[in-house]
């Protein structure tokens, strides 16, 4: 069981994800809507995994993520986004990213997860 705190500036998102991660046995530790209060989370709660959106109002992810593995050089976080630009992708796996991955491959971060 990995825990997982979720950073995405929907709720809609947060909930669909929250749900689809608590079914399949993990645990959510927390969630944030931006990449500030999603460093914030991931200090309070220091989770296995974090997935985070990268396009957010507010800190977007690049910039949460690169807080966090300021913080916490070993942190594991999942891109899960519509983003699609190669430099951006290039920017993430510049950070560690452990994944980058479509908003809607649920599947895919869920076989993440059970491997971690």
Known sequence: MATVLIVDDSS?????LSQAIKKAG???VATAKDG??????YQDTRPDVVVMDITMRGTDG????????AFDPQAKI????????????ERATQLGATAFLHKND?????EILTEI
């Open 26 to 28: 993990h645990q959510v």
């Open 36 to 41: 500030q209060e999603g460093f914030e989370r």
């Open 78 to 89: 999942v891109f899960m986004t519509l983003v699609t630009d190669p430099e951006v992708k």
């Open 12 to 16: 809609f998102i947060r909930k669909q």
């Open 62 to 69: 690049l910039s949460g993520a690169s807080m966090i593995r």
């Open 106 to 110: 649920t599947d895919k971060l869920l």
